[in-house]
């Protein structure tokens, strides 16, 4: 039996507080680490307490990481560097510009300076911020992130970290396979990696309510001629895949998560090989 959670039904000022506030922290850990090509410098993670940038190296003459926290059981944002750390009070009704100029601030404080874009986060819409909505989001990220965790390891080969995107706020993990996909940009020819992407979003203009989807790129509409479990459907709206609500996996306390995953998988990753 899983644990209890929560239904997430209710919070939908307090997440988009929380994905504001986490593009703060993205645009800080985009600015201070190296380019990966996929785009993995800009993500955060889970830890027991909330979402982190994991530390980032800092190379001046301190030579001490840095990690930026938003710590969801104390309700603040702490930046944290070797013994010296600054905070702010996420509950204090800063709008993203304002988080971002006063972090920017404290983090010169601890001696780190660097080329900020707030086009990233900048956004002068009141914020507000409720502990308790801002906690059942901690219980839930934490669980499918283990949930996640486990599904990629069970379902095995090439598969990437799991990850908190600040851009749309939904958690994932990628799981690739050995086909190449040719594209063009920029007129130059380049090749990517095929992939199903496994994620959860807590809602938004596609699916209002907060949801499980997998993705394989490229899509082949033969997938869809396949049953998926339970209550997952097929989706091919603003995106192509296979989507199952949170509110099912909350109240069916089994495997149903780890269904979807291992049957999206089944299903899409033969065409996905080379």
């Not at 013994?83 to 971002?100: H, I, M, N």
């Not at 706020?169 to 020819?189: A, H, N, Q």
């Amino acid at each position: 039996m899983t644990e209890m959670l929560p239904t997430l039904l209710e919070g939908a000022t307090t997440r988009d507080t929380l994905h504001r506030y986490c593009k703060v922290a993205g645009a800080v850990r985009r600015a201070l680490s190296p380019s990966h090509p996929l785009w993995w410098h800009i993500s955060l993670a889970t830890y027991s307490e909330g979402l982190t940038t994991t530390p980032i190296e800092i190379s001046d003459h301190a030579g001490t990481d840095l990690e930026i926290r938003l710590n969801l059981r104390r309700h603040r944002l702490e930046i944290v560097r070797g013994s010296e750390s600054r905070e702010l009070d996420l509950t204090a009704g800063l709008t993203a510009t304002e988080l971002g100029e006063r972090s920017t601030q404290l983090l010169a404080d601890l001696g780190v300076e660097g080329e900020f874009d707030a086009s990233h986060y900048a956004d002068d819409g009141a914020r507000l911020y409720d502990p308790g909505s801002a906690e059942e989001y901690l219980l839930a990220v934490r669980w499918v992130a283990s949930r996640f965790a486990r599904a990629a390891q069970e379902i095995g080969g090439d598969t990437g970290p799991v990850q908190l995107w600040p851009h749309h706020f939904d958690l994932s993990f990628e799981w690739f396979g050995t086909r190449r996909v040719e594209s063009e940009k920029g007129g130059e020819g380049d090749a990517a990696r095929a992939q199903i992407g496994f994620g959860f979003s807590l809602g938004d203009e596609s699916v209002s309510q907060p949801y499980f989807y997998a993705s394989p790129w490229p899509f082949d509409q033969q997938v869809t001629s396949r049953e998926l479990p339970h209550t997952a459907t097929w989706y091919q709206d603003s995106w192509q895949g296979a989507l199952l609500m949170y509110k099912a996996v909350a109240a069916e306390r089994g495997t149903l998560l780890e269904d979807f995953i291992r049957e999206v998988h089944a299903v899409a990753a033969p065409g996905l090989a080379a």
